[in-house]
């Protein structure tokens, strides 16, 4: 049974993509990063601390990513698409190393050549970036991506490449589980390990040892939903389908609260905001899900998904993720002082889409024809050595 591409999906990781750039977009305004300030009732906190938060939502993006590569790594062990491990090892590696090790060799030019120290009336995120001289250590763990490292010195978004890449290396045993055991003792198993993640990481950080590599069992649950929810699709696809419009409305409106979850409640709640990280983790995951649910199943969602703008950042979303903040940054450290915030922003903007198209083209594309080439070859010697044998 062939793998089925659903287009509709990569404009969803598009959109999440544009929520990712926004919300590092405004990170770097005091009145969006302190949560020390008091902006009042101003339009900020309406933003801050409401659903509308779902337009700049960068960890809860980075949340839908992870259940999305969860859904579609699971499809091929779903839908019975033979593969051995070295196969799938080397798609995945080429698909998201090596256009990762090029952006850190562009971003590292331009931390050498354009960072200026402080950005004067900036947020600490924002001055928190480049603020260091290059190491050569750094550099080297960079490399193998996977390590324990400082991963946001050079850019903020390669914390989320390491847990995806070093939870991509034993997806397969996830996928295993999943199928043999059902969603009964899959969801009981990565609660318990996600759990461990979390406090295990809170203890070691308590301890002063700070380390991320239990942080990625505690992300692994999103890839376990995302694939439980490939594996279950139809039904649930006819479940939705069978409501009724006003149920369809509310499961919507439900899917974004759930999403935007850590928002709305830090508004009137007086739970300490670290520990709404797991409630945070998994109501995202949920409504990402369902955000799944409603392009695969809404024909209203469906038919907005595959507008071709949409269609076109979703294609450029990975890449919108690995370079959006080198023009922000470079921009800030050379011009903040002479050229208006908003037309730098824009600025911004426009060439990190250029950018990005351009990774598409001559990064991307070449990197997952390059996989498929040698998971081809990979697979007639395979073949021959059972012909052999």
């Not at 890449?165 to 009981?188: A, D, T």
């Amino acid at each position: 049974m062939p793998n089925i591409r659903y287009n509709q999906l990569d404009s969803l990781r598009g959109l999440a993509a544009a929520s990712v750039v926004i919300h590092h977009y405004l990170l770097i305004f005091p009145q969006f990063y302190d949560k020390t300030i008091d902006n009042g009732g101003s339009i900020i906190n309406i933003l801050k601390y409401t659903p509308l938060h779902i337009f700049f939502s960068g960890t809860q993006a980075v949340i839908l990513f992870f259940v999305l590569s969860g859904f579609v790594l699971s499809l091929p062990y779903i839908n019975k698409i033979n593969s051995s491990y070295s196969i799938y090892l080397t798609r995945r590696v080429t698909r998201i190393y090596i256009p990762y090790i090029i952006s850190v060799v562009i971003v590292l030019i331009a931390v050498k050549f354009y960072s200026d120290g402080v950005i004067t009336d900036f947020s600490s995120w924002a001055n928190g970036k480049w603020s260091n001289p290059i190491e050569y250590k750094l550099i080297l763990e960079h490399l193998f991506l996977v390590g324990n490292f400082a991963n946001g010195e050079y850019n903020p978004i390669y914390w989320s490449l390491v847990h995806e890449m070093r939870i991509s290396l034993f997806f397969p045993i996830l996928m295993f589980v999943i199928l043999k055991y059902g969603w009964k003792l899959s969801i009981f198993g990565s609660l318990i390990i996600s759990a461990f993640g979390f406090v295990g990481t809170a203890i070691l950080s308590y301890k002063n040892i700070e380390t991320d590599y239990l942080l990625t069992l505690y992300y692994a649950l999103s890839f376990v939903i995302g694939a439980l929810l490939a594996r279950y699709k139809d039904i649930l696809i006819n479940v939705f389908v069978s409501k009724s419009k006003t149920l369809k409305i509310l499961i919507t409106i439900s899917s974004i609260l759930l999403y935007t979850f850590p928002s709305w409640v830090l508004n009137f709640s007086f739970i300490p905001e670290r520990l709404l990280g797991p409630p945070n983790t998994v109501l995202a995951s949920i409504g990402a899900a369902m955000f799944i649910i409603l392009a695969l199943a809404s024909n209203t969602f469906k038919k907005l998904l595959l507008f071709k703008p949409f269609q076109f950042l979703g294609n450029i979303s990975y890449s919108l993720y690995l370079y959006h903040c080198i023009p922000l940054f470079i921009l800030l450290h050379q011009f903040v002082d002479t050229v208006s915030i908003w037309i730098l922003l824009s600025a911004s903007c426009i060439i990190s889409i250029v950018l990005a198209t351009l990774s598409y083209y001559f990064v991307e594309k070449p990197s997952i024809k390059l996989g498929k080439k040698i998971s081809t070859t990979l697979k007639k010697q395979t073949t021959n050595k059972k012909i052999a044998g």
